[in-house]
């Protein structure tokens, strides 16, 4: 899947402030009301037009997308606004200190969603001095704890994950007890003799064996990250250098 939606506007207060609690260890924190609202309004919104479930509480401006409450408020930090993300037990690491949709009393921005809900799904923010900039947000994912049979949902930031491999293990929407650190399903295809004509498509298994990615499989050298690919008469999203997302073949009306 591939979607994108336009945001822009002027806020009449964009630097009134109120006292939230975080999820990620229950703390307060000040942080901007009509800025974090705004950009929370314009993720679901975009969802909602995907066909995947959001609810949003403008209270904590938390998102539970498909299952996954993902809080995103807006701090600053420095000369710049900033969309720190979390998750219950967690703080994610924040995007980035010299980017963010919001610029001074106006926001402009796009909303990218690609992947797939049910495998890996990227939901991108782009910056204000580049609303169509498709570096900064956070990637959802669903799969299995093969230990178990048990869902796992896994989450990161983009700009925090490094090769585009390491997740966050997620059970019953929080940090999994077992596994507080990310883990890393970095294995890709160095070498194919048949590449060209053939992709072989193996699941996407973490390195410690435990955990699967549903609708995801190890990736290639020869694939260019971000691209889309037909295989087979599927589409592929390249969604890092070694993992393939199975999409969905449907057009949004």
């Known amino acids: 899947m591939y979607y994108r939606k336009y945001f822009a506007g002027t806020f009449e207060n964009a630097t009134e402030t109120k006292s939230i ?16 609202h705004v950009l929370c309004s ?12 959001c609810t949003y509480s403008q209270e904590d401006y938390c998102l539970t997308i498909d299952g996954v409450t993902i809080q995103i408020y807006l701090s600053k930090n420095g000369n710049y606004y900033c969309p720190y993300p979390s998750i219950h037990g967690l703080e ?46 956070v990637v959802l994912g669903k799969g299995l704890d093969l230990k178990d049979g048990t869902e796992i949902r896994t989450a990161c930031t ?35 003799e048949a590449f060209g004509t053939d992709v072989t498509l193996v699941e996407a298994v ?31 999203y390249c969604a890092a250098s070694n993992i393939l997302v199975k999409c969905k073949n449907e057009q949004l009306s």
């Open 92 to 137: 994610m690491n924040f995007l980035n200190n010299s980017w963010c949709p919001i610029s001074s009393s106006d926001y402009k921005f796009y909303i990218v969603l690609k992947g797939n809900i049910d495998g890996l799904l990227k939901i991108i923010i782009g910056g204000s001095i580049a609303p169509a900039s498709e570096y900064y947000g």
């Open 42 to 53: 314009a993720i679901q919104s975009t969802l909602h037009d995907a066909g995947i479930t």
């Open 206 to 236: 973490a390195q410690a064996g435990r955990f699967k990615l549903n609708n995801c499989y190890f990736g290639h050298a020869a694939l260019i990250v971000d691209y889309f690919y037909n295989i087979g008469g599927d589409i592929y």
């Open 158 to 192: 983009i700009s925090s994950n490094g090769t585009g491999s390491a997740f966050f293990i997620l059970k019953d929407d929080k940090i999994f007890e077992d596994c507080k650190t990310a883990v890393n399903f970095g294995f890709s295809f160095s070498k194919n």
């Open 21 to 36: 609690k975080k999820i990620s260890n229950n703390t307060n924190i000040t942080v901007y009301s009509s800025q974090s």
